[in-house]
């Protein structure tokens, strides 16, 4: 996850470009996840600093702190940041890398899920809840039990079920897991044996617990294969998102060190879910990771890219771009500097 070499003046360009400037430019943002609560956009993303942490492959560097919610009345106004929403120091189990958060409503309050790490070192996925889609949360004082790595990602179904999707590998740890039962042994699979897949669970009435046990979700190829871990064009890595569709159900994620946002669709938020393409090609900086939403009739994606720390991978800025749907339900494949 190294930061990207950008020859004299390719950057300006690249910005020329792009699709979006930046929501905010007074603190970097990342992953953002955007929800309609109340008629308007809150977007919850991750609050990216320069802690001065060496780059490593596990993504220490990555030592985030806290959340702000960002508002909008709609994607093409501007962006308010409602202020720090939840602090590491308030979480009593997380120690440090507060990465990518997601946030539902149910009967009037608002849940904020986040990852961070606790003292072993592994991530697990807490809870906090508040009165207002913007916060202050209140964290619950364990995480949630079982929840493990990265990238929570909560949908909430037609008939009132809300499901977490989560997962993501390399410094999301997600390869040191089998069956839900970590082992330190435990490496990705081979190039030809299925990828891993992100998990999905259930969440409880009072949106606080997984209600089942987290089950791996299947990607496959247009044959029912699954995709192999060695397909690292189309195999899931992190940054899990759901969304409903004319019926179907659509699972989108980073492919990671290709640097590919994808989508699979299902018919039930299980799976198996079929890849069906590439929804955004590279942004500028190592990571890639989205959300998508309906707004006034129209759809949406949120993303990020590193154009303006000039490249750094851990100090991102989150944007936003109209998506194309054709009628048949396929996504265009969006360039973030085709404009
Ligand atoms: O923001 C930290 C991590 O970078 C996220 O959890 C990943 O999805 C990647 O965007």
Redesign the pocket.
């Known amino acids: 996850?190294a930061d990207q070499e950008y020859a004299d003046g390719a950057l300006d360009a690249l910005a020329d470009k792009a699709l979006s400037r930046p929501l905010v430019t007074h603190i970097y943002t990342?992953?953002p996840s955007a929800h309609v609560f109340e008629g308007r956009l809150y977007i919850y993303p991750?609050h990216?600093i320069d802690a001065g942490i060496e780059f490593n492959d596990d993504?220490a560097h990555?030592a985030?702190e806290d959340y702000h919610v960002l508002r909008m009345e709609s994607p093409e106004g501007e962006a308010v940041d409602c202020g720090v929403a939840l602090h590491v120091k308030d979480v009593p189990w997380a120690q440090r890398?507060m990465?990518?958060p997601d946030a539902a409503v149910k009967d009037g309050r608002y849940y904020l899920y986040f990852?961070a790490k606790s003292t072993d070192g592994l991530f697990r996925i807490g809870v906090a809840v508040g009165d207002r889609p913007e916060g202050p949360f209140a964290p619950e004082p364990e995480p949630i039990a079982g929840s493990y790595s990265?990238?929570p990602a909560v949908f909430g179904d037609d008939d009132g079920a809300h499901y977490m999707y989560f997962g993501?590998i390399w410094?999301?740890q997600l390869q040191k897991y089998r069956d839900n039962a970590y082992a330190p042994g435990n490496e990705e699979p081979g190039d030809d044996e299925p990828a891993l897949g992100p998990r999905v669970a259930r969440l409880t009435a009072d949106m606080k617990q997984f209600a089942e046990a987290p089950r791996e979700v299947l990607i496959v190829d247009e044959a029912g294969k699954p995709l192999a871990a060695g397909d690292h064009e189309r195999r899931y890595f992190?940054?899990p998102w759901l969304h409903k569709h004319q019926g179907r159900y659509y699972l989108s994620y980073?492919t990671g060190n290709t640097h590919l946002l994808c989508y699979a669709t299902a018919d039930n938020p299980y799976g198996p879910f079929t890849y069906q393409g590439v929804i955004l090609t590279p942004v500028v900086g190592w990571?890639?990771?989205h959300s998508i939403v309906e707004f006034g009739g129209r759809w949406w994606l949120y993303y990020?890219d590193s154009i303006l720390s000039g490249g750094v991978t851990?100090l991102?800025s989150a944007k936003v771009a109209e998506l194309h749907v054709d009628p048949d339900g396929r996504i265009r494949t969006l360039d973030p500097y085709g404009g």
């Open positions: 996850m990342a992953d991750s990216d993504g990555f985030m890398q990465w990518a990852p990265i990238d993501g410094g999301g992190e940054g980073s990571t890639t990771h990020h851990h991102r």
